[in-house]
Nanobody, 120 residues
Framework: EMQLVESGGGSVEVGGSLTLSCAYS???????MVWYRQAPGKEREGVAE???????NYASSVSGRFTVSRDNAKNTVRLQMNSLKPEDTAMYYC???????????????WGQGTQVTVSS
């Protein structure tokens, strides 16, 4: 059974930084890993994807500020978030699927989420 466990969320001031981590297990080789977020009253949004061969894709709202990386030896995916804004406040979820992970219906497994709050 695939498992994804996020950590690293918290509260930060505008302009600050946070790094989220996702420890995963039983994820098939070749899977893409992705971070989604969901703010209250809004739809879940794909934020950053990294494929098994290290191709990365970002939502336009975070491009240039967020960086996704993966360590296959440690079964970990990270999301480095810089220059945080109040609109980045959301629950952040780690997820995985066989391909096109920024398409929600392609996701096979979701983590439980970690809260990020950016205050001014």
């Amino acid at each position: 059974e695939m498992q994804l466990v996020e950590s690293g969320g918290g509260s930060v001031e505008v302009g600050g930084s946070l790094t989220l981590s996702c420890a995963y297990s039983q994820v098939p080789y070749g899977s893409c890993m992705v971070w989604y977020r969901q703010a209250p009253g809004k739809e879940r949004e794909g934020v950053a994807e990294i494929t098994y061969d290290d191709n990365r894709n970002y939502a336009s709202s975070v491009s240039g500020r967020f960086t996704v990386s993966r360590d296959n030896a440690k079964n970990t995916v990270r999301l480095q978030m810089n220059s945080l804004k109040p609109e980045d406040t959301a629950m952040y979820y780690c997820a995985t699927g066989p391909e096109r992970c920024l398409v929600p219906r392609k996701i096979r497994t979701w983590g439980q989420g970690t809260q990020v709050t950016v205050s001014s």
